[in-house]
């Protein structure tokens, strides 16, 4: 079998990794893929975003099976132009992958089953926004509508942030055409869960939870990123809040969304937040986190290329999808400087005793040289019997990557110690 996944960093690495262990699959392109997964896959120099060139490359290669694993190529409908061309695909069609592609939509839709989320307002007006938030003061959070690279929500603590965030939104379009509409929605506080789901439409299996580190620097300070770190499960996700989000999100989602038939089939991402009233729904996605990926998929037990074909067939009811009761931690090593400016162009190596995984996110090979490209460069996956174990090896191998201005947080997984004591 030959299989295509699209996308270039260190979630679809891992997802690579995993599809690799079924011993049907003969090849794998990616599209483009970067220096890291050119060990595992075969990379074709065509953008996550080029449709057509994607389909075109598909239908000249008899491609058996697509993952189309970014957010923009699904909400642009590379899905419906691969099954179109009678490929089958692993995620949404584009009117299901609006679900992340409009926070407004999102959030309507929530209202109208009655799923739990913060309350909010839509504005495609700056100055009612602005009149909106001297209403009913800070802190508050200003969303843009569309995709925004994963750096459209600001939280504002006061006032003039949530208006300065409207300005740059809606007035200086930081995140273009996303920014037309912004979503304005009152301030939750509670532990943050992410729970991505194999969805086959009618069937949804959660799985393991884990916990996300976005800020730059320890103690979650500095600037938001697109994820500095992971570990799995998360210990806010008790057995008893698994019951509720299974009962009043996770079956309502997917049956929402039958009902507007847009029905969901691939990975649905829940990001959620433990509030004293309960689980609530902060924001969806339609396709796998990253890097809660690269925590989630080493857990996985089942085999995963068998669980994507289910969830394309209508046939995941008939799976059993396993996940090892183990723990994970991803630490993620980024170029010094990232989010802002940082240099790339840098050797990488790695000691011959490493004994991690090691997703490549932002490299590119220079003959038979790895260097980095990016600001997230790698992460390095460890499991263990707990999460302590997890960390500790992790950030053991972390001392075994080696490129000029590498940096990396301390301090993942110590907020989910904490909670497990």
Do not use: W
């Not at 995140?175 to 037309?180: H, I, L, M, R, T």
């Amino acid at each position: 079998m030959k299989i295509l996944v699209v996308g270039s960093g260190g979630r679809e690495h891992a997802i690579i990794k995993k599809l690799k262990e079924n011993s049907k699959i003969e090849q794998i392109f990616a599209l483009p893929g970067n220096g890291g997964i050119a060990m595992d896959a075969t990379c074709v120099n065509i953008g996550a975003k080029d449709i057509d060139s994607i389909v075109d490359f598909a239908v000249e290669n008899k491609i058996d099976y697509a993952v189309v694993a970014p957010d923009d190529p699904l909400v642009l409908g590379c899905v419906d132009a691969l099954e179109d061309k009678g490929i089958p695909c692993f995620g949404p069609r584009k009117n299901a992958a609006i679900i992340e592609g409009s926070k407004a939509f999102s959030k309507e839709l929530m209202k109208k089953y009655g799923i739990p989320t913060a309350r909010y307002e839509i504005f495609d007006d700056a100055e009612k926004a602005y009149a909106y938030v001297e209403e009913v003061g800070a802190p508050i959070v200003v969303k843009a509508d569309g995709l925004a690279l994963g750096k459209g929500v600001l939280i504002c603590s006061t006032e003039d942030e949530a208006k300065d965030a409207i300005k740059e939104i809606m007035e200086d379009r930081i995140f273009g055409e996303s920014g037309a509409r912004v979503v304005i929605e009152e301030f939750l506080e509670g532990p943050e869960v992410s729970v991505l789901s194999f969805t086959d439409g009618s069937t949804v299996v959660p799985m393991v939870s884990s916990m996300d580190h976005k800020r730059a620097l320890d103690n979650d300070e500095g600037l938001n990123t697109g994820g500095m770190g992971t570990v799995a499960p998360n210990p806010y996700y008790t057995d008893e809040i698994a019951d509720i989000c299974m009962e009043k999100i996770f079956i309502p989602t997917i049956n929402a969304m039958k009902k507007e038939n847009r029905e969901f089939r691939g990975c649905l991402y829940f990001g959620l937040m433990i509030t004293k009233d309960g689980p609530k729904v902060i924001e969806y996605n339609c396709r796998f986190g990253d890097p809660e990926t690269q925590v989630v998929l080493p857990l996985l037990e089942s085999d995963l290329f068998t669980v994507m074909r289910s969830c394309t067939d209508g046939t995941l009811k008939k799976e059993d999808v396993r996940f090892r009761d183990e723990s994970a931690c991803c630490v993620v090593v980024a170029s010094s400087g990232y989010p802002k400016k940082y240099e790339t162009g840098y050797e990488i190596s790695f000691d011959e005793d490493m004994d991690a995984e090691v997703y490549i996110a932002g490299a590119k090979k220079d003959g038979d040289v790895l260097k980095t490209s990016g600001g997230r460069v790698l992460g390095v996956v460890s499991t263990g019997d707990d999460l302590n174990e997890a960390i500790e090896k992790a950030y053991r191998n972390v001392q075994k990557v080696h490129f000029e201005n590498a940096y990396c947080r301390k301090d993942i997984g110590q907020r989910a110690l904490k909670a497990l004591k």
